[in-house]
């Protein structure tokens, strides 16, 4: 299954980069939906409540 993920990864990059898209922006994309369908655990929530409590200024 991971390398079925990998290779889906890398065929998005090539598609983005044959499209002309850039690859500095499309590479963390691809790196995040891989994780995401291998572990979501792995990945940390995009804006969690806990640090909008914490970034308070009460």
């Known amino acids: 299954m991971s ?10 990059l090539m598609l983005a980069a044959c499209g002309g898209y850039s690859f500095i922006l499309f590479a963390p994309m691809a790196a995040l939906g891989g994780v995401a369908l291998l ?9 969690p409540a806990s ?8």
Request: aromatic residues 12%; positive net charge; charged residues 20%.
């Open 3 to 12: 390398f079925v993920v990998v290779v889906a990864a890398l065929a998005v």
């Open 39 to 47: 572990d979501p655990s792995r990945s940390r929530p995009l804006s």
């Open 51 to 58: 640090s909008w409590r914490r970034w308070s200024a009460s």
